[in-house]
Protein backbone atom coordinates (compact mmCIF):
# COMPACT_ATOMS: atom_id res chain seq x y z
CA UNK A 1 0.00 0.00 0.00
CA UNK A 2 1.24 3.34 -1.11
CA UNK A 3 0.94 5.48 2.13
CA UNK A 4 2.85 8.67 0.77
CA UNK A 5 4.43 10.65 -1.54
CA UNK A 6 8.54 9.63 -0.23
CA UNK A 7 10.40 12.44 -2.57
CA UNK A 8 11.14 14.12 -6.26
CA UNK A 9 14.28 13.91 -7.88
CA UNK A 10 14.99 17.15 -9.67
CA UNK A 11 18.43 16.81 -11.89
CA UNK A 12 20.74 19.99 -11.27
CA UNK A 13 23.76 21.31 -13.19
CA UNK A 14 25.22 23.12 -9.36
CA UNK A 15 23.95 21.56 -6.63
CA UNK A 16 25.16 23.77 -4.20
CA UNK A 17 23.53 26.81 -6.40
CA UNK A 18 20.20 24.64 -5.74
CA UNK A 19 21.13 23.78 -2.26
CA UNK A 20 21.07 27.29 -1.70
CA UNK A 21 17.49 28.32 -3.57
CA UNK A 22 15.67 25.73 -1.56
CA UNK A 23 17.29 26.62 1.69
CA UNK A 24 17.29 30.58 1.44
CA UNK A 25 14.78 31.38 -1.09
CA UNK A 26 12.33 28.71 -0.71
CA UNK A 27 13.17 28.71 3.14
CA UNK A 28 12.96 24.53 2.85
CA UNK A 29 14.75 22.92 5.84
CA UNK A 30 17.70 21.44 4.60
CA UNK A 31 18.55 17.31 5.85
CA UNK A 32 22.46 17.23 4.32
CA UNK A 33 24.02 15.63 1.45
CA UNK A 34 24.97 12.34 0.38
CA UNK A 35 27.34 10.64 -2.24
CA UNK A 36 25.63 7.47 -3.43
CA UNK A 37 28.86 5.71 -5.65
CA UNK A 38 26.80 2.89 -6.85
CA UNK A 39 24.68 5.52 -8.78
CA UNK A 40 27.36 7.90 -8.93
CA UNK A 41 24.91 10.39 -8.05
CA UNK A 42 25.37 13.31 -4.92
CA UNK A 43 22.12 13.50 -3.46
CA UNK A 44 20.49 16.70 -0.98
CA UNK A 45 17.24 16.07 0.57
CA UNK A 46 14.63 18.65 2.18
CA UNK A 47 11.87 17.01 4.15
CA UNK A 48 8.31 18.19 3.83
CA UNK A 49 5.29 16.91 5.64
CA UNK A 50 2.30 16.46 3.72
CA UNK A 51 1.62 16.56 0.42
CA UNK A 52 -0.32 15.54 -2.82
CA UNK A 53 -0.16 14.05 -5.89
CA UNK A 54 -2.01 16.22 -8.82
CA UNK A 55 -2.63 14.41 -11.99
CA UNK A 56 -3.21 17.59 -14.61
CA UNK A 57 -5.02 17.04 -17.64
CA UNK A 58 -6.08 19.74 -20.62
CA UNK A 59 -9.79 20.53 -20.27
CA UNK A 60 -11.49 20.45 -23.11
CA UNK A 61 -8.20 19.49 -25.00
CA UNK A 62 -7.17 23.17 -24.37
CA UNK A 63 -4.54 25.76 -22.76
CA UNK A 64 -0.65 25.30 -21.67
CA UNK A 65 -1.08 21.20 -20.56
CA UNK A 66 -2.63 20.41 -24.16
CA UNK A 67 1.04 22.45 -25.21
CA UNK A 68 2.49 20.17 -22.58
CA UNK A 69 1.24 16.99 -24.10
CA UNK A 70 1.74 17.66 -27.26
CA UNK A 71 5.54 18.80 -26.70
CA UNK A 72 6.44 16.03 -23.79
CA UNK A 73 4.02 13.64 -23.74
CA UNK A 74 3.92 13.27 -19.99
CA UNK A 75 5.60 13.43 -17.14
CA UNK A 76 6.77 15.54 -14.54
CA UNK A 77 5.15 18.97 -14.90
CA UNK A 78 5.47 20.95 -12.42
CA UNK A 79 6.53 21.43 -8.48
CA UNK A 80 3.91 23.14 -6.17
CA UNK A 81 5.06 25.08 -2.51
CA UNK A 82 2.32 25.88 0.16
CA UNK A 83 2.58 29.47 1.33
CA UNK A 84 1.05 31.17 4.13
CA UNK A 85 1.26 34.40 2.34
CA UNK A 86 2.28 34.73 -1.32
CA UNK A 87 2.21 37.85 -2.23
CA UNK A 88 5.57 38.63 0.22
CA UNK A 89 6.71 35.26 -1.34
CA UNK A 90 6.03 36.96 -5.02
CA UNK A 91 7.49 39.83 -3.98
CA UNK A 92 10.70 38.47 -1.97
CA UNK A 93 11.70 36.16 -4.94
CA UNK A 94 10.76 38.53 -7.94
CA UNK A 95 13.57 41.01 -5.85
CA UNK A 96 16.12 38.31 -5.87
CA UNK A 97 15.46 37.77 -9.57
CA UNK A 98 13.03 35.35 -9.97
CA UNK A 99 10.77 35.12 -13.28
CA UNK A 100 7.25 34.38 -12.99
CA UNK A 101 4.99 33.49 -15.87
CA UNK A 102 2.57 35.85 -14.65
CA UNK A 103 2.19 39.28 -12.81
CA UNK A 104 0.37 38.11 -9.80
CA UNK A 105 -1.49 34.93 -8.07
CA UNK A 106 -4.69 33.91 -9.78
CA UNK A 107 -7.15 31.41 -8.69
CA UNK A 108 -6.69 27.60 -8.96
CA UNK A 109 -8.00 24.45 -7.61
CA UNK A 110 -9.62 24.43 -4.39
CA UNK A 111 -9.67 28.38 -4.83
CA UNK A 112 -6.20 28.52 -4.10
CA UNK A 113 -4.18 31.45 -4.74
CA UNK A 114 -1.64 29.99 -7.32
CA UNK A 115 1.64 31.79 -9.87
CA UNK A 116 3.81 29.88 -11.68
CA UNK A 117 7.98 30.58 -11.44
CA UNK A 118 9.37 30.03 -14.93
CA UNK A 119 11.21 26.78 -14.94
CA UNK A 120 14.71 29.09 -16.10
CA UNK A 121 15.01 30.86 -12.86
CA UNK A 122 14.93 26.97 -11.51
CA UNK A 123 17.15 24.96 -13.39
CA UNK A 124 14.29 23.65 -15.64
CA UNK A 125 11.69 23.00 -13.42
CA UNK A 126 8.21 24.24 -13.46
CA UNK A 127 7.60 25.80 -9.66
CA UNK A 128 3.81 26.75 -8.59
CA UNK A 129 3.37 28.30 -5.52
CA UNK A 130 -0.14 28.45 -3.70
CA UNK A 131 -1.79 30.25 -0.99
CA UNK A 132 -5.20 27.79 0.41
CA UNK A 133 -7.60 30.07 1.77
CA UNK A 134 -10.30 29.47 4.40
CA UNK A 135 -11.20 25.87 4.51
CA UNK A 136 -8.66 24.19 2.57
CA UNK A 137 -5.37 22.69 3.37
Same mark, same amino acid.
Given at each position: ????????????????????????????????????????TST???????????????????? *??? @????? #????? $????????? =? /???????????YQ????? *??? @????? #????? $????????? =? /??????????
Open positions: MIVALDHIAIAVPDLDKAIKRFMEDFGLKYEGKEDVPAAKAFFPLPETSIELVHPLNGEG *PIA @GYLEK #KGGGM $HHLCFRSDD =I /EADVARLKDKGFLSDA *PTI @GAHNC #KVIFI $HPKSCDGVL =I /ELNEPQEGHH
